[in-house]
């Protein structure tokens, strides 16, 4: 069993063959797909899909690149959302230095408000950090995120920064980069992170891992991040799968067949 932690299988690049994707996903053993609506429009296909498929539960929230678009308004349409059965946490949200399409203050607001309603109603979180290491960690602090944790989403950080996460009661995610030749950091993390805090995610359609690299990405490639961490930690693939599916269900509060959030 596999749980795709991070997925954005409502993307236009799916119009045309999105019901073979998933169903590829599951052939590869992904038996639980998290799919992760960031603004208004995908939010709601985010929904759609969950709606539509039992086995695909929904996060919501505000991406940093479209800060600048959130408005009291949509929070309060987010807060509203959050009784949705199948809404398991809020995000993504964060700081994004990269894109720098909305400014930096309105960033950082943004953020604050969602870890602040992500507080009131006890739900994880999901974080996007893309050059923002110090103020990633310095708002996760000061608004008390430890409170309700959640995950580092696609993470790319030194071990320093993943203690300091860990320390905040979050998880690591862990996607394509990690299966890169170059990418020392992701390989390092995949090893020193502890299991029990270990996720697997794809992040499709991006971030495609080898041998596809460069191409769409599809839930069904979790398959190969989590063996090449079983590779990397001198495990089977069926261990990593086995406990990163129960950390994503313990996480997100989802109940397996048995009636437990501790997986299978």
Not at 231 to 258: C, G, P, W, Y
Request: aromatic fraction near 6%; glycine fraction near 6%.
């Amino acid at each position: 069993m596999l749980f795709d932690s991070h997925a954005h299988l409502n993307d236009q690049q799916y119009a045309q063959d999105r019901e073979q994707v998933i169903q590829r996903a599951r052939e590869q053993g992904v038996t639980r797909i998290l799919n992760v609506g960031f603004n208004r429009k995908t939010i709601e296909e985010t929904l759609k899909l969950a709606e539509t498929h039992d086995f695909i539960y929904a996060a919501v929230g505000w991406h940093p690149v479209d800060a600048i678009h959130c408005t009291v308004e949509e929070l309060d349409w987010i807060e509203s959302l959050s009784d949705h059965p199948k809404v398991v946490a809020l995000g993504e949200m964060g700081l994004d230095y990269h894109w720098d399409q909305s400014p930096k203050g309105v960033q950082e607001s943004v953020f604050r408000q969602q870890i602040r309603l992500a507080r009131e109603l006890d739900m994880p979180i999901i974080i996007h950090n893309r050059e923002a290491d110090d103020d990633v960690i310095r708002i996760l602090r000061e608004e008390k995120a430890e409170e309700v944790g959640g995950v580092m989403h696609c993470f790319s950080g030194s071990w320093e920064i993943a203690s300091q996460c860990l320390d905040m009661n979050f998880h690591i995610g862990l996607g394509g980069p990690v299966t890169f030749k170059n990418a020392k950091l992701p390989k390092e993390i995949a090893v020193q992170v502890p299991l029990d805090r270990l996720l697997v995610e794809t992040d499709s359609p991006y971030l495609a891992p080898h041998p596809h690299r460069g191409k769409r990405n599809e839930s069904g490639y979790v398959r190969l991040v989590a063996e090449k961490i079983a590779e990397l930690r001198n495990m089977s693939v069926d261990e990593v799968a086995r406990q990163t599916f129960a950390n994503a269900n313990r996480l997100f509060r989802i109940e397996d067949a048995t009636g437990s959030t501790e997986g299978q």
